[in-house]
Nanobody
């Protein structure tokens, strides 16, 4: 499975970006999909995830109400719509996939088997 993330860029505080993660090699519908981010000098942290079926979504507290994760299994793509961006949202955003991850581990980066290369998001104040 290969993941290709895109959509990052430079945006002013309060602006919006939409990240995309294209899954290739296997159908995206077989995988739990997550978004993580890593700011300079910090650990990779959970942002959002969506389950394979029913599309149950999860968000970290610091993005809840501002970010929306969605998936289009027909296009093998997962999206992260980011609104009301803040300077502290700056970082490299990674998409990740796993076939067998359980709900209690969905926020843990080490539990995901597949990772994209990351896309840089910079929010200026």
């Amino acid at each position: 499975v290969q993941l290709q993330a895109s959509g990052g860029g430079l945006v002013q505080a309060g602006g919006s970006l939409r990240l995309s993660c294209v899954v290739s090699g296997r159908p995206a519908r077989n995988y739990v999909m997550g978004w993580f981010r890593q700011a300079p000098g910090k650990k990779r942290e959970f942002v959002s995830a969506t389950t394979k079926s029913f599309g149950t979504t999860y968000y970290s507290d610091f993005v809840k109400g501002r970010f929306t994760i969605s998936r289009d299994n027909a296009k093998n793509t997962v999206y992260l719509q980011m609104d009301s961006l803040k300077p502290e949202d700056t970082g490299v955003y990674f998409c990740a996939a796993d076939q067998g991850i359980i709900q209690s581990s969905i926020r843990v980066p080490d539990m995901y088997d597949y990772w994209g290369q990351g896309t840089l998001v910079t929010v200026s104040s």
